[in-house]
């Protein structure tokens, strides 16, 4: 990561457009800033159809912002099964998903009075 401040919007553009690069589906913008003890001020959730599509989507975000912006995130989980894709921008956390894995894990029920921006 460099040492130039990111802004959050420039950062959530950028994102935004390396999901839908590459068709990412039901993508969910989660602001935490107004709720205590959050780990970050953004979640953005997407899913894609197979883990082709998941991984495909990560890198794509990736590319995005490393293009755009010059950054990288500071954590990738899970690319290796892609299943579920955490990457981790410090203030943004992005979660690809399959379908059905969110579908089980629904986290962002788990952010009930979170604003959530649909897109």
């Not at 979640?43 to 950054?71: P, W």
């Not at 500071?74 to 992005?94: A, K, P, S």
Request: net charge negative; glycine share 6%.
């Amino acid at each position: 990561m460099t040492d130039k401040k990111i802004n959050n919007d420039e950062l959530l553009a950028s994102i935004i457009k390396g999901i839908e690069e590459v068709k990412g589906e039901n993508i969910d913008i989660l602001d935490l800033r107004a709720l205590d003890n959050t780990a970050c001020d953004y979640f953005i959730i997407c899913d894609g159809n197979s883990n082709t599509q998941v991984n495909a989507i990560s890198n794509s975000v990736q590319r995005f912002v490393s293009r755009e912006l010059h950054d990288k995130p500071w954590h990738v989980e899970g690319q290796e099964n892609g299943e579920w894709v955490l990457m981790d921008y410090v203030n943004i956390v992005v979660h690809v998903f399959q379908k059905q894995i969110r579908d089980y894990y629904r986290i962002e029920s788990l952010w009930g009075d979170a604003k959530i921006t649909s897109i």
